[in-house]
């Protein structure tokens, strides 16, 4: 009964908030192109959810809103988190929680933060049917004790959507961003992230669609660092029993 009445809130999800391109609906994959950003701003915009500050951001949005149904939520790296004002306008069934080093910038009315380690946080086995994980990756983040972590808060069945800046071949840069190194994963990091996870009953939904197109961050647009441009990348993971 419960395997049905979850196809029915995801159908019913697809229904009411459909994705940003009937095409592009997979869950590993690199963004491409500046006009895959503008199809995700528009898709944002006409279903009435908080644009990003940053443009760019809008595809972690348009594509994993659809995706979030009922059950308790946790964001992980939440003080500016705009997936979780959005799932306070979407009024999925369920607790939204946030977790950072920090207070956030302006507490969302109705999600429950806590100030804490991403790696060791302190909520009990099992609370969450879906995290998020944006953008934060690749500042100084442990593959092995993150995906222990977060296999541990996930429900059976649960996933983990990971966002990170990506370009290939590897670029290095001495920047650091909210006090903590920045380093945009390459194929062989994400391949390593992906085996962590594995390790700890945490599965990709599809392949990674490898393709990669253009470097849509770059000196002229957002890129913190004018030398080097790059892409993100979204992988979403399913715990499954071991």
Known sequence: MEYFKRKYRQLRSFVLYPHYEQSSRSLCKLLTSNEEVKQCTRYVERNGFVSHGIKFKNWDLANIIPEIND???????????????????????????????????????????????????????HSFRNITCLSVIEHEVDFNQFAKETSRLLEIGGRLFVTFDYWNPKVTTSIKLYGLAWQPL???????????????????????DWTLGEAVINKNNESPDPSVGYTFGLVTFEKRFQ
Not at 98 to 119: A, F, T, W
Not at 193 to 206: D, G, I
């Open 71 to 125: 059950g308790n939520f946790l964001d992980m790296g939440s003080s500016d988190s705009y997936i979780l004002k959005n799932l306070a306008i979407k009024k999925i069934s369920g607790e939204l929680h946030g977790v950072d080093l920090r207070e956030p910038n302006i507490p969302i009315k109705g999600v429950k933060y806590s100030i804490g380690d991403l790696m060791n946080t302190k909520y009990s086995d």
């Open 186 to 208: 390459d194929k062989e990091a994400v391949i390593n992230l992906m085996a962590e996870c594995k390790r700890h009953n945490l599965y990709p939904v599809q392949e990674m």
